[in-house]
């Protein structure tokens, strides 16, 4: 693991987005405005969309979704394509289950919708652009 150099109050700067490269930035920013409620930036173009608004864990920074014509989706399971994963807290797996499954997201891990009781606090989505994520409970 690298070290890093410890010296207080200093940074080498602040997070400014997380960028996810994908074949149709709108339709992305559509997929996860709807999902965690914030706004499409209208500053945006059909190269370059990002999320705004009150909510973000980001902070300042946002969730921006880029154009990338050569974009290849992540497998499942497997790790090829994949750099990042998101992590969206829910309050209920079932029910946090049935609003990203309407929203279009894909199951991966597992495929099947949850029981009633299940004692594992996570499942395994990937987006409308093939973006793995998860949604937890806290």
């Not at 200093?10 to 149709?24: H, I, K, N, Y």
């Not at 399971?77 to 309407?102: F, Y």
């Not at 395994?124 to 806290?138: K, M, T, V």
Request: charged fraction near 20%; charge should be negative; hydrophobic fraction near 35%.
């Amino acid at each position: 693991m690298t070290q890093v150099a410890e010296q207080p109050g200093s940074t080498a700067g602040r997070l400014g987005s997380v960028v996810l490269d994908c074949p149709d930035p709108l339709e992305l920013a559509q997929f996860y405005s709807a999902l965690l409620g914030l706004d499409i930036d209208e500053n945006g173009d059909k190269d370059w969309r990002s999320l705004t608004g009150p909510g973000s864990s980001l902070g300042n920074s946002s969730l921006a979704f880029r154009r990338s014509e050569e974009y290849v989706p992540a497998t499942w399971p497997g790790t090829e394509a994949q750099d990042l994963h998101l992590d969206l807290i829910v309050e209920d797996i079932s029910s946090g289950h049935a609003t990203v499954v309407a929203l279009g997201a894909e199951p991966l891990d597992p495929l099947d919708p949850p029981p009633a009781e299940t004692a594992r606090g996570w499942r395994i989505y990937a987006d409308p652009a093939g973006h793995p994520f998860r949604i937890c409970l806290e």
